[in-house]
């Protein structure tokens, strides 16, 4: 054969490949069976994190997925928001933060599955469940139940991001990385108090999904009634009782959760990783094959996105990746060995059923130890960036001059969200009383009371133009009465309550109708007359504030209004102020936070972008310290009481320019921004502590496999960030040190070259190495005793020493 005859078989031959391989592709496959989710042909254990696209930035997308990915996750799972993409009828938006193609096409890149959670209720703390408020003013429309203008509003926007995500070719059956989709979300026990409507509307949903054809499963999470082919599927903090409602389906964990969510005015939470692994190696061992960390990254409720309402701007929910994208050690590494453990046993896992030994009536053995997970312990804090907010200026809301084009009439009392229709947090209700001269409290006697019943979620009193009071709800309970004397004049009163909303409810039954605002009844007692009911006297409205009106927030209208110095103003603490200065980025590539700590309540904007939220509400809880033993509950690891629930407030770096970047503050209570700096979130202190006979992987196969081969001595590792070296050894001991991270000391047994060592292999360096064995510290501190290496070390940025 000539050579140019080969070149032609030899190309021919390369076109069939790829042709074969591109056939491959597009006819990609994924099915179930009793035993696991099969990806063309293979069943598969699956281990999947949420990372809610709104809920950072594009910029830090591939690094949070990248990340995921290098710590043993195979699926990235995400819900789909509707009132992102759909803020008004038919006018919709996939941009920014809401291009969920880019979001997907980045997970894909990065070789990982993606598991669609299409709802399109999400409840996920996020206002209103994720369905746009618009839903709700849809003539004969009812929520989540067999009513036809729901269900046609549904129907049509789980058509769209279907149709969109097929357009692009992203589901696995076109060669995308969509292996698996969900219809409607924790439906179970709404569908059984709507009874045959509940029923009806579950059914219809599960079969509108899949006549959609997407070539992937569809699942229904806590729905023990889902339809075939459906998948139902368990979310809590433990599912190893879970068994799916067919013998055929597998057995599937799509929230398994890694911690819990903050709400202002309540303690942060922290779900230990023991338990945790313990929860996910235990539903795997009872026959589990796809679990999700819900959350794997938390990220940040920007905006006016948080629901509950009372939802903190911070969603970091204790997660494997903190709100900021930054490792949480040991969460993250402890996760990472039981991933790399299970899937060393795939193939028998999924492959075969187990023979369950007993060890006696009631027994069973399960050994978990902390130390047997050699994993780094990281301490992150807040440092200065010593970057300056120059000139800060502020502009008065001026309660006073309320009366403008922007406002209506009405007798009586209004909802709040009917009126808003949730534009802004903020309604102003007016009214104005003519007190006569003749008032006993005029001439010395006791002061009348106002009283105002309040639907949620907060009101501000102002009394002819002066903040008289406030009056807060909480998240569970919405519903609050303001109480508070009153300085009255003879004549002519005006009495403001500015009603704020703190996110609106996402979850529980036909939340729809639920009230917000102030609907009475609102009263003056104290009076000579006695009683005095304003609630269906004249009221004057104005929806929002008069800075959003000139849209303040913006730096091309920043310069709009005349801005006064803000130490005239810090001065006398005065209530509804707006607040601007101008500040630099700072160097580095860490992530930034604003210390609000001087503040108190209100929202923050950035160059225009808004941050979300802020309230500096003390945490009530018990904080009584954490075990990881028993079961686990959001109560029983509390952490920050008697603190501001949420002091820093996350900076996404890619919303700064180079210099003069605008802060724009609206204070509700009165604050000194002076007090508010801009600070990085870093890496402090890493710690390790591994005994001297730790399994390994790597002897784990020797023994599997029955080599003769040498023991691999175990290592401690040691990693800063990026852009750190560790500068110095806070602590080192080989031999049987006491205490935890933080808290080292030597015990009874101690090498007394342990520090030397670890600081000539670690220091200057940004991760580092050492074998623990006797021979690399001189000699053994204590023959016969198990001995294991724990270390301290500081992390500081390159060139800095410490």
Request: proline letters at 5%; charged letters at 20%.
């Amino acid at each position: 054969m000539g050579t140019r005859s080969f070149a032609k078989l030899f190309l021919w031959l390369l076109l069939c490949l790829f042709g074969l391989l591109g056939s491959q592709l597009i006819q990609a496959t994924v099915t179930y069976d009793r035993k696991a989710i099969v990806i063309n042909g293979q069943r598969r254990i699956l281990f999947s994190g949420s990372i809610h696209y709104p809920r950072s930035t594009p910029d830090m997308w591939e690094d949070l997925i990248q990340k995921a990915k290098d710590g043993g996750v195979d699926v990235i799972e995400t819900y789909v928001f509707w009132n992102v993409h759909e803020p008004s009828p038919g006018n919709f938006n996939f941009e920014g933060r809401n291009d969920l193609v880019r979001f997907i096409r980045t997970i894909h890149k990065a070789g990982l599955y993606a598991h669609l959670r299409i709802g399109p209720y999400v409840c996920a703390e996020w206002n209103f469940g994720g369905f746009p408020v618009w839903l709700k003013y849809v003539p004969g429309i009812s929520f989540r139940t067999d009513n036809e203008p729901f269900k046609k509003a549904m129907q049509g926007f789980t058509e769209k991001i279907v149709g969109l995500m097929k357009s692009e070719n992203l589901f696995e059956s076109q060669g995308g990385p969509i292996i698996l989709s969900q219809i409607e979300n924790e439906y179970g026990v709404q569908s059984k108090l709507f009874g045959a409507a509940g029923y009806n509307y579950m059914s219809w949903a599960a079969d509108m999904a899949v006549k959609l054809g997407t070539g992937v499963p569809w699942v229904m999470c806590k729905e023990e009634d889902a339809p075939d082919p459906v998948i139902n599927t368990c979310n809590g903090f433990y599912c190893d009782q879970f068994a799916p409602n067919k013998p055929y389906k597998p057995t599937m964990w799509t929230e398994a959760w890694s911690g819990w969510f903050s709400e202002f005015g309540g303690p942060l939470h922290q779900r230990p990783v023991q338990d945790l692994a313990f929860a996910v190696a235990r539903f795997i061992q009872k026959g589990g094959s796809f679990v999700n960390y819900y959350m794997y990254h938390g990220g940040t409720n920007f905006g006016r996105s948080a629901g509950g309402p009372f939802i903190t701007t911070s969603y970091d929910y204790d997660a494997p990746l903190d709100e900021y994208g930054l490792i949480r050690q040991p969460k993250y590494g402890h996760l990472k060995e039981l991933h790399r453990s299970i899937k060393m046993c795939e193939r028998a896992l999924v492959s075969v059923d187990p023979m369950v030994t007993q060890l006696g009536a009631f027994q069973q053995a399960h050994v978990y130890s902390t130390e047997h997970v050699g994993v780094q312990t990281s301490q992150m804090e807040m440092l200065p960036t010593n970057i300056e907010m120059l000139s800060w200026e502020s502009y008065d809301e001026d309660v006073s001059s309320l009366y403008d084009g922007s406002t209506f009439t009405a007798s009586g009392l209004l909802e709040q969200i009917n009126v808003t229709r949730d534009a802004s947090d903020y309604l102003w209700y007016i009214t104005n009383v003519d007190i006569g001269s003749s008032e006993a409290f005029l001439r010395g006697g006791e002061l009348p009371t106002l009283i105002v019943r309040s639907s949620g979620h907060a009101v501000h009193v102002f009394i002819n133009g002066q903040l008289s009071g406030s009056a807060f709800g909480t998240r569970e309970n919405r519903k609050f009465t303001y109480t508070g004397k009153v300085n009255l004049r003879a004549g002519k009163n005006k009495i403001a309550l500015l009603s704020v909303a703190v996110g609106l409810p996402n979850v529980g039954g036909h939340y729809e109708t639920w009230n917000t605002g102030i609907l009475g009844p609102v009263a003056l007692h104290g009076l000579d007359q006695g009683k005095w009911d304003l609630s269906w006297q004249t009221w004057t409205y104005q929806v929002g504030l008069k800075g959003e009106a000139m849209n303040l927030l913006s730096p091309t209208s920043v310069s709009s209004v005349d801005w006064m110095q803000s130490s005239l103003v810090v001065q006398k603490q005065q209530p509804l102020t707006w607040h601007k200065a101008y500040f630099n980025s700072p160097d580095g590539d860490e992530p930034l936070a604003l210390d609000m700590e001087g503040m108190g309540k209100g929202q923050i904007w950035i160059n225009g972008q808004s941050i979300g939220r802020y309230w500096t509400a003390y945490a009530n809880g018990q904080c009584n310290g954490c075990s990881y033993a028993g079961s686990f509950r959001p109560p029983k690891c509390q952490l920050g009481c008697g603190k501001p629930t949420q002091r820093w407030y996350h900076v996404p770096r890619s919303w700064l320019k180079p210099t003069q970047n605008l802060l724009v503050v609206f204070e509700e209570l009165g604050g000194d921004p002076s007090r508010i700096s801009l600070v990085k979130r870093s890496v402090a202190t890493v710690c390790a502590e591994v005994a001297e006979f730790h399994p390994t992987l790597k002897n784990w196969h020797i023994e599997s496999y029955g080599r003769a081969e040498e023991f691999h001595s175990p290592k401690v590792h040691l990693r800063c960030n990026q852009g750190q070296t560790i500068s110095s050894i806070k602590f080192a001991s080989f031999g049987t040190p006491l205490g935890t991270c933080g808290t080292y000391q030597q015990g009874t047994c101690h090498a007394p070259t342990s520090y030397d060592i670890i600081e000539r292999k670690c220091k200057g360096k940004q991760r580092c190495a050492v074998t623990i064995s006797n021979s690399n510290f001189g000699q053994d501190p204590c023959p016969n005793v198990l001995k294991r290496l724990s270390v301290e070390a500081v992390c500081a940025p390159t060139g800095l020493r410490v």
